[in-house]
């Protein structure tokens, strides 16, 4: 995909690959306080470990983080590969959905973590990216 939503495309799924592979660190090892925020920082090892291994953290016993960096190397992929935009769509509103989702439990649980926040605001301009090429094809 080229044109003016390329020019916030690529730079949303590069910021989603971060959030994503933070995540994904985070799961394991204590990410820097700065990534995480304020309320989760008093938690267990700045409290990522224990935001990214609730029962929300994965599906299906796969971490969300490892399913979103498999989601955007395939996007990746198939812009590149020029894939039907339909198609691209289709797989990011289930990836959007999943946002709606995590965002929702952030909201209710009154958590702050940065990096899930980047990575939700990045999903969704992806999403609206998307959605936008859909509408123009």
Not at 5 to 26: D, E, F, H, K, T
Not at 76 to 87: D, H, I, M, N
Request: proline share 5%; glycine share 10%; with cysteine.
């Amino acid at each position: 995909m080229t044109g003016p939503l390329s020019v916030l495309l690529w730079p949303g799924l590069v910021l989603s690959a971060i959030a994503a592979g933070a995540a994904l660190y985070g799961r394991y090892r204590p990410l820097p306080r700065f990534l995480t925020g304020p309320e989760i920082c008093r938690l267990e090892d700045n409290g990522c470990q224990a935001l990214f291994r609730t029962r929300n953290a994965a599906l299906l016993g796969i971490p969300n983080s490892l399913l979103g960096l498999g989601f955007y190397l395939c996007l990746a992929w198939g812009l590149v590969a020029g894939w039907p935009t339909w198609l691209l769509f289709l797989a990011g509103t289930a990836a959007f959905g999943m946002t709606l989702w995590l965002g929702a439990v952030l909201i209710r649980e009154k958590l702050e973590c940065r990096v899930c926040w980047a990575g939700h605001a990045a999903n969704t301009v992806l999403w609206l990216s998307l959605a936008a090429a859909l509408l123009r094809a």
